[in-house]
C-alpha cells in the first residue's frame, strides 16, 4: 500500500499522521516515543555532522545555545542565515532536517513515505508557501500540496464529528496564529475567509514570563538574572513550564538562582494574564476583521473550534466564550488535529490526481468529503495608468485575484507598455489589497525583456490562477511576440526588490 501521509511543520512542534486503509489518519509517534517532535535542531559540537532533532535538539541546546537552532518557521521565506562551522544553513534547509526526521522515524515503522501534504498558517504568502514545500522536496518527498492549517483541523474535525453552520477556527499555536471562518455540511465544507500573524504566538508568551521573572530578580538584588545565552535558554524552558502550570493553577512558584544568589519567586495567573494581554487583543482584532470579512456577528458563528496548544490558556477559552456566548470546542485534540487533517487533505489529493493508485478502502472513506477553500490574499502588480484629473502617470497597485475568491481561479488582465522603443518591463507580483503600492507586499520582481524598435501602447497580457494545491502561479506574455514569463515565488525573487529600483525607472520600465 501507498504511504500517504500529512505534515504538521509547526513553529515549536511537528507531527506526522498517516492515512490507514480505511481512509483514517494516525499519528506516527517517533522514535522517542511521542507523539509530537519538537521543531529544534542542535549541531552536535564535535562534529558538525551530526544534526540532533526534537528532544535530543532541546535538551542538548543549554550545552551551546549557538549549535542550536528553533522557531525556524518565523523565518520561513526570509534570507535569515544560521551559520555552523562556517555552513550556512536557509531556513528551507533548516526545516528539512526536522522533516527528514519525521519522515525517517514514520518510515521505522510503516516503510516508505510516499505522498505528503505538509500545512502551513493560512496566511503565509506565496514565499513561504513554496520555502516550505520546497524544504519537504530536498529530502526527497513527493509534496503533492500544501493545506492551510486551520482547514486541515477543520477537515479532521468535521470528517469525526458531527458538525453543520457556521465554523470559527481558533488557532493559537507556538509561534503564529491565524482565524478561520467556514461554512460546513456534514462533508462539505467551503471556507469563507482567513486572517492571520505569523510572529504571535506561544512563544510570546514564553517570553512574556520571562520578562516577568527578570523583572522579580532585578527588583530583589538590583542586579540581572541572565548573563549569558546559557542562561537565557534555561529561563525559556522555565517560563515556559511556569505558563503551562498557569493553565492548571492559579499560580506557579521557581527558584532562579542568579549571580546575586537564589530567589524564589510565585507568578500569579493574573500577573500572566495581565503580561500577555497585548497578544490577546491582537487576536481579538483579528477575529474581528474575520468576522467583518464574512459579514457575521458573534452570534452567527455556531461553533468555535480550538486549534494549537496555546488555546489551553485560560484566558483565551475564556474571551471566546464571552464574545461568541457559548464554549469552544475542545472535542479534537488541539495538537494533533493539523497533522490528521493534513493526512486527509494529502488522501484527498491523491484521490483526485492518481485515482488508479488508491486503495478501496481509502476511497470508501474519504469519498464524500468535499472541501472549497479560498485564495487568502489580494495578487496584483504595479502600473502606471494616466490620472484623469491631472493627466500625470501615477504608479498603482492594480488587483489581479480578488481575496477570498474559491480555488481554483483564473484571471487575466491585460496592460499596456509605455513607450515607443520599450524594451523592459519592470514586472511586480503584489500581494495586498491597497492601491497604493507603498502598502502592499511586493512577493517576487522580474526583469521582462521585450523585442526592440516597437511603437508603444503593446498590449501585455497577464494572469494569475491560484490551483486547489495553494499554489499560485503568474504568466507576463507579450501578446506581439508570444513571449512569456512565468514567475517563480523563490526567496531570491524578491532579491531585485530589496536592493531597491529607483521609483523613476520603476515608471519608466512599468507596464500601461
Ligand atoms: P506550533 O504548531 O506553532 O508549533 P502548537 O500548536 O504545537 O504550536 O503549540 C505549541 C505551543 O503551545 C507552545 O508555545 C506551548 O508552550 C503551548 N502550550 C502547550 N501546552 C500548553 C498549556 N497547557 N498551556 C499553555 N500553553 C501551552
Ligand atoms: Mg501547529
Not at 514545500?133 to 464529528?161: C, D, K, Q, R
Not at 534555561?234 to 538562582?257: G, H, N, Q, V
Not at 500569579?268 to 490577546?280: H, K, S, V, Y
Request: aromatic share 6%; charged share 30%; proline share 4%.
Amino acid at each position: 500500500m501507498r504511504n500517504i501521509a500529512g505534515i504538521d511543520l509547526g513553529t515549536t512542534y511537528s507531527a506526522l499522521a498517516i492515512l490507514n486503509s480505511l481512509g483514517k489518519p494516525q499519528i506516527m509517534p517517533n522514535t522517542d516515543g511521542e507523539r509530537l517532535t519538537p521543531s529544534a535542531i542542535f549541531f552536535d559540537e564535535e562534529d558538525a555532522e551530526v544534526i540532533r532533532v526534537g528532544i535530543e535538539a532541546i535538551n542538548s541546546r543549554h550545552i551551546n545555545p549557538d549549535r542550536a537552532v528553533r522557531w525556524i518557521k518565523r523565518h520561513m521565506g526570509e534570507d535569515f542565515i544560521k551559520t555552523i562551522d562556517g555552513r550556512d544553513w536557509t531556513p528551507t534547509e533548516l526545516s528539512a532536517l526536522i522533516l527528514m526526521k519525521l519522515k525517517q522515524d514514520a518510515e521505522n515503522v510503516t516503510g516508505k513515505v510516499h505522498d505528503v501534504v505538509i500545512s502551513v498558517p493560512a496566511h503565509f504568502d506565496e514565499v513561504r508557501r513554496k520555502a516550505t514545500m520546497e524544504a519537504g522536496s530536498l529530502i526527497g518527498l513527493n509534496v503533492v500540496g500544501i493545506v492551510n492549517e486551520p482547514v486541515a483541523a477543520a477537515l479532521y474535525y468535521a470528517t469525526s464529528h458531527e458538525v453543520n453552520g457556521k465554523v470559527l477556527v481558533y488557532d493559537l499555536g507556538g509561534g503564529t496564529f491565524d482565524v478561520t471562518i467556514m461554512d460546513v455540511k456534514g462533508h462539505q465544507m467551503d471556507i469563507v475567509c482567513s486572517h492571520g500573524d505569523h510572529k504571535l504566538g506561544g512563544v510570546d508568551f514564553d517570553q512574556a514570563v520571562l520578562k516577568l521573572l527578570e523583572q522579580a530578580y532585578r527588583e530583589h538584588y538590583n542586579e540581572e538574572l541572565l548573563t549569558t545565552d546559557e542562561d537565557r535558554a534555561k529561563y525559556e524552558d522555565e517560563a515556559e513550564d511556569i505558563k503551562r502550570t498557569l493553565s492548571r493553577r492559579p499560580a506557579a512558584k521557581k527558584m532562579l538562582y542568579g549571580p546575586a544568589g537564589s530567589l524564589k519567586v510565585e507568578i500569579t495567573r493574573e500577573m500572566f494574564e495581565e503580561a500577555i494581554a497585548p497578544w490577546l487583543a491582537r487576536t481579538d482584532i483579528l477575529v474581528e476583521v474575520a468576522l467583518e470579512e464574512a459579514k457575521l456577528k458573534p452570534e452567527d458563528i455556531d461553533e468555535v473550534l480550538l486549534v494549537g496548544g496555546s488555546t489551553r490558556v485560560p484566558a483565551v477559552r475564556a474571551r471566546l466564550e464571552k464574545l461568541f456566548g457559548h464554549e469552544p470546542k475542545t472535542a479534537v485534540n488541539v495538537d494533533e488535529c493539523v497533522a490528521l487533517g493534513a493526512a486527509i487533505h494529502a488522501g484527498l489529493t491523491v484521490l483526485r490526481e492518481n485515482p488508479d493508485e488508491v486503495d478501496a478502502g481509502l476511497v470508501g472513506g474519504l469519498g464524500d468529503v468535499q472541501l472549497t477553500d479560498v485564495c487568502n490574499h489580494s495578487y496584483g502588480t504595479i502600473c502606471a495608468p494616466i490620472d484623469r484629473e491631472s493627466g500625470r502617470r501615477v504608479i498603482q497597485n492594480r488587483i489581479i485575484l480578488k481575496k477570498n475568491t474559491s480555488l481554483p481561479c483564473e484571471e487575466t488582465q491585460t496592460f499596456y507598455t509605455m513607450r515607443e522603443g520599450q524594451t523592459e518591463l519592470a514586472v511586480t507580483v503584489t500581494q495586498g489589497e491597497d492601491s497604493d503600492p507603498e502598502y502592499v507586499n511586493k512577493i517576487a520582481t522580474y526583469k521582462f525583456e521585450l523585442p526592440p524598435g516597437r511603437a508603444a501602447q503593446q498590449p501585455v497580457k497577464v494572469t494569475y490562477s491560484y490551483d486547489v494545491n495553494q499554489r499560485m502561479h503568474c504568466r507576463f506574455e507579450d501578446v506581439e511576440s508570444g513571449k512569456v514569463l512565468e514567475v517563480d515565488f523563490s526567496v531570491d525573487s524578491q532579491g531585485n526588490l530589496k536592493d531597491g529600483a529607483p521609483a523613476e525607472q520603476m515608471e519608466e520600465l512599468k507596464v500601461n
